[in-house]
């Protein structure tokens, strides 16, 4: 099987490219085999045509900054026509926070997105896009990334906190279920070799605020829980989404990588050799 990974240099496109070693892997500005801007229609035709992938799985993306709209939503659509156009299966990530966090229950695949930030805005766009240009695609959804060989973004801000190196507090009423980059990629892998069309909804199997996120990844890698402040995400001037759970029900019945929850992966006696002290610090 012939795959592409755009985003390759990224937390989740390395995770894939570690497991899936003869796929091709994209960077923007980082180190890969092929670089590629996926704003750029052309450039994206080329390189999947080069390629000639069995499969795509399109992780590209960008959080902030001017061009993060068109690389979130016109980037997704040329992977997606490209791929289309090859015949190629396509796996395309999302997030939990096309939810506006409102509904008081997980959210599930059939829920409408409702989006209440930039971010969110234009992965729900993206979205759309998607499926419009390859209805076959998998969606997948999912929430707060860690556990890699080094560590994510989420966890290098709370080693800071909790080393007293960055003044920072972390929300207790903003409810994810964070998901360990080796189960989400063993996932994504898996669902290349299935059929499964639209969103899925594919993340960590314990549900928790990101202040107690924040004090498991702290006390994980050897550090004082207790040094992390909590704040209310609710009292600040602009609306954030609260509780996106996301109920992965129909992933658990559909593949068999087990989603394993973040306590259980950081508490566990089974805990990952990823998270060793050494290993996050
Ligand atoms: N991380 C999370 O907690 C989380 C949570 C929910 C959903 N997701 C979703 O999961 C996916 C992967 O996230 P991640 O955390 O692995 O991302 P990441 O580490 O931030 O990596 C982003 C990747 O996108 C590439 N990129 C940025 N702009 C590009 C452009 N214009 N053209 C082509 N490539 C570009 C970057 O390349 P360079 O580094 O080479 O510049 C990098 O490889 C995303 O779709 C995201 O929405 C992530």
Redesign the pocket.
């Given at each position: 099987m012939r795959l592409l990974v755009?985003?390759?240099?990224?937390?989740?496109?390395?995770e894939l490219l570690r497991r899936a070693p003869d796929a091709v892997g994209?960077?923007?500005?980082?180190?890969?085999d092929v670089r590629?801007?996926?704003?750029d229609a052309a450039a994206v035709a080329r390189i999947v045509e080069s390629v000639r992938p069995d499969a795509v799985i399109?992780?590209?993306?960008?959080?902030h900054g001017d061009?993060a709209w068109e690389?979130?939503v016109a980037?997704a659509r040329n992977v997606a026509l490209a791929a289309a156009a090859a015949g190629a299966r396509l796996v395309h990530?999302?997030?939990?926070?096309v939810f506006a966090g409102d509904a008081g229950r997980p959210y599930v695949e059939d829920d409408p997105p409702h989006p209440v930030t930039g971010y969110g805005r234009a992965?729900a766009e993206a979205e759309a896009a998607v499926r419009a240009a390859a209805p076959g695609a998998a969606v997948v959804?999912?929430?707060?990334?860690?556990g890699g060989p080094s560590p994510?973004?989420?966890e290098r801000a709370v080693l800071a906190a909790a080393g007293g190196v960055l003044d920072m507090a972390f929300f207790t009423d903003e409810i994810r279920c964070p998901v360990h980059v080796c189960d989400l990629a063993e996932a994504v892998l898996e669902l290349v070799g299935l059929a499964y069309a639209g969103p899925l909804h594919v993340a960590g199997g314990d549900a928790v605020s990101r202040h107690e996120f924040a004090r498991l990844v702290a006390g994980a890698a050897g550090h004082d829980p207790d040094r992390l402040r909590g704040a209310r995400s609710s009292e600040l001037p602009e609306r954030r989404p609260l509780d996106c759970r996301l109920d992965c029900g129909r992933a658990r019945t559909l593949l068999r990588t087990r989603l394993r929850g973040v306590r259980e992966v950081l508490q566990g006696p089974s805990r990952s050799t990823r998270h060793s002290p050494s290993a996050l610090v």
């Open positions: 755009t985003g390759g240099s990224g937390y989740l496109g390395g994209t960077a923007y500005t980082g180190s890969g590629l801007d996926v704003r399109h992780t590209a993306y960008a959080r061009g690389t979130n980037g990530l999302s997030t939990d926070v992965k959804r999912t929430s707060l990334v860690y994510s973004p989420h």
